[in-house]
């Protein structure tokens, strides 16, 4: 049954800063440090026109634009995020059908090796837009004991980049594309810290809150791979570790530090570094999907990659045939494990 859009008002928020537990985060970079400019040109920052709500509960967009969500480049013209980016949680739609001034956080407009949030401070950056997505069919946050799983999503570009591409890692049904202990990295533009001000309730009553920090450069975190017993004492109610072996998502962090995901960069890579100076690529091993509080020794959960790279190289060929006939894809279509759209 389709939602009155009022009721969506805290999913919507939710999604448009990452997918969140309740009395959680979503996820960005949160403690980190700036990234060195041009290292990682397959980062990608969506950009959306920021909105509203009225008093009658009617979208009213903003002239603002503003950073939605993280991306990686895995094809000249496929990027890889989040399914929550694009896809509304919790009531199965896309934002573009649930209201059509919201076509933005559906078909985004994309920064591709992009350093600085502000567009007139950023050199050498590509500028495209999205044409086309596909969200993985069985992502469906309505389902019990399936929350968040299957968050991943493609989108396809309106024309081709010149920028390298991040590698992917093998097809692994059950477990992940390196060990527990691996050094990762996350990279992102979110929230980084929070600072106190003064406020008010609506009584008038002062009360103490907390400012979000967003930071104006590409932010990167260092953090170690957890172990799938580890990721289920710290997210018992999720059914992502079977056994002693990863499936769908892993979770990594800093234990000895408060440095995590936070607000603003869901669907950002989780990778292994190359080494300086070789030919490799970076390998993504996993998308920023949701976390805990931010700036705890909590974890953070990402979709694993290496259980969807099947998935990702199909998609990759379903967008780009129906990218070239976007009349037969403009009404959500399903096909396969594939759920998509084309604007």
Known sequence: MRLHLAACLA????????????????????????????????????????WTMDDDNNVIMKKTRRHNCGASLIHPRVLLTAAHCLYINGINEWYADLDPKLQDNTFPQVRLGAYNTSIKGDMGVETRRVVAATV????????????????????????????????????????????????????????????????????????????????????????????????????????????????????????????????????????????????QQDMQVGIVSFAHDCGTLSPTVFTNVAHYVDWIHGGIKVLLENGARPAACRKSVVMGNHRVKCK
Not at 32 to 47: D, E, H, I
Not at 216 to 226: G, I, K, P, S, T
């Open 136 to 279: 993985h069919r069985l992502y469906n946050h309505t389902v019990t004991g399936n929350d968040h799983q299957n968050d991943v999503a493609l989108m396809l570009l309106d024309r081709p980049s010149r920028l390298p591409t991040v590698a992917l890692p093998k097809s692994m049904r059950v477990g992940a594309a390196v060990q527990p202990g691996t050094e990762l990295f996350l990279i992102g533009w979110g929230t980084s810290a929070f600072t106190p001000t003064i406020g008010q309730d609506d009584d008038g009553t002062p009360l103490i809150e907390q400012k979000t920090v967003d930071p104006h450069v590409l932010q990167e975190v260092d953090m170690a791979l957890n172990t799938p017993a580890l990721c289920a004492r710290r997210y018992p109610a999720y059914p992502f570790w079977k056994g002693n072996a990863f499936s769908t998502d892993i979770c990594a962090g800093a234990p000895y530090r408060k440095t995590s995901s936070c607000y603003g960069d869901s669907g950002g890579p989780l990778f292994v570094k190359a080494k300086r100076g070789s030919k």
């Open 11 to 50: 999913l919507l928020a939710l999604a448009l800063a990452p997918a969140a537990l309740a009395g959680s985060a979503g996820a960005a970079v949160f403690n980190g440090y700036p990234a060195l400019k041009g290292r990682y040109p397959w980062m990608a920052s969506t950009v959306v026109q920021d």
